[in-house]
Nanobody
Framework: QAQLVESGGGLVQAGGSLRLSCAAS????????MGWFRRTPGKEREFVAA????????LYGDSGKGRFTISRDNAKNTVYLQMNSLKPEDTAVYYC???????????????????WGQGTQVTVSS
């Protein structure tokens, strides 16, 4: 499994932006798809975005389409989530995840990931 550490969360007003980062270690980062999920109290874990090993293919959940952008820098072993036009309903703990198998396509299913960060809180005020 990989070790993942998220950063970049915080408090922002509606309409603002944040960029989350996730630094990975413990295995060859560039061999694995990466994803972002989020969770709010009382709700299931929600898929936000995923990216393929070389960053060519990206997937987005409905909540972030058109507003969020996932990217990765394999030289820095880091995946990013740029979030623009934030809404109060984006308030959640955001988790970075690493794919369970090398060279797999990015997936919206949390069960396809075997490594998770500790999460970073994003709070959007109205």
């Amino acid at each position: 499994q990989a070790q993942l550490v998220e950063s970049g969360g915080g408090l922002v007003q509606a309409g603002g932006s944040l960029r989350l980062s996730c630094a990975a270690s413990g295995r060859t980062f560039s061999n694995y798809a990466m994803g972002w999920f989020r969770r709010t109290p009382g709700k299931e874990r929600e898929f936000v975005a995923a990216i393929s090993t070389r960053g060519v293919t990206t997937l987005y959940g409905d909540s972030g389409k058109g507003r969020f952008t996932i990217s990765r820098d394999n030289a820095k072993n880091t995946v990013y989530l740029q979030m623009n036009s934030l809404k109060p309903e984006d308030t959640a703990v955001y988790y970075c995840a690493a794919g369970a198998a090398a060279w797999r396509r990015p997936s919206p299913l949390w069960s396809d990931y075997d490594s998770w960060g500790q999460g970073t809180q994003v709070t959007v005020s109205s």
